[in-house]
């Protein structure tokens, strides 16, 4: 599958962090202070981090973003976006989407757009919080103008999901993901590394595509961070792997898989 990605590159690897702040404890658990707190790691600390870090990578991600964390932060936001890193949708503040009613669903969707309004950023992919898509969820992707959806497990390389709306599928993996492996199982940030790097040299020798989905307040402490680097560093130094952000990925494949 190397011939399928732009003249030089092998692979591609798709480094994204879902910037949750404290959404999901204020929409879980609104009166428990210390988990809120948690949360705020990624603003006060993590963050600014990270994006030193890209900055001296070289690297532009992309931050799936919930729309409280727009409103609560958005001189972050901002800040994310003048570095040059795409922000995109995360629901308004990390809802389940299948706890929800048809409107209860549509009104989320109405929040988080009008956050993004209000920095003056119209977000082109969505990634749903959980990962949890209902049936309603493609047609409000179709209906605010998405362009790709960052969700579904089902493939190692991204795909049209929606021919008619030209929406772009870029596939996820639990295993691919900080968060089960840090702040549910516990592990060490060097067997995080023994898991994720046989899998990106698997996807490299097969020319095909993995994402890695990160938390700022979660990958952001410092063992985890430096764990990244390194993992980052190596694939850099091989200079046919390609990084793009999302929109840049979902517009090749648009118009790769269009031409084919």
Known sequence: MSDFWPEGYRCAIFLSFD?????????????????????????????????????????????????????????????????????????????????????????VFNRMMEAFERIGVKPVGYRAPYWIVTTRTLNHLRRLGFKYSSNFMDDDMPYILDEEHG???????????????FELQRKAPEEVYRLWKPELEGIYELGRYA?????????????????????????????????????????????????S
């Not at 929406?167 to 492996?181: A, F, G, S, T, Y």
């Not at 402490?221 to 091989?238: A, H």
Request: with cysteine.
């Open 19 to 107: 910037y949750d702040a404290s959404s999901a404890e204020m929409w879980k658990t609104p009166h428990d202070l210390v988990a809120q707190s948690r949360g705020r790691f990624a603003p006060k600390v993590a963050i600014p981090r990270l994006l030193d870090l890209l900055d001296k990578l070289g690297i532009k991600a992309t931050f799936f973003t919930p729309g409280w964390t727009v409103d609560h932060y958005p001189e972050s936001v901002e800040e994310i976006i003048s570095r040059g890193h795409e922000v995109a949708g995360h629901g308004y503040i990390h809802e389940r989407m299948n706890e929800l009613s048809a409107e209860g669903e549509e009104g």
């Open 167 to 181: 929406i772009v599928e870029l596939p996820v993996e639990w295993m691919l993901d900080d968060w089960p492996q």
């Open 211 to 259: 994402a890695l989905t990160c938390h700022p307040q979660c990958i952001g402490r410092i063992s985890r961070l430096k764990m990244l680097e390194k993992l980052l560093r190596e694939f850099l130094d091989r200079d046919d792997v390609w990084f793009p952000t999302g929109r840049e990925l979902s517009e090749w494949v648009r118009r790769r898989l269009s031409a």
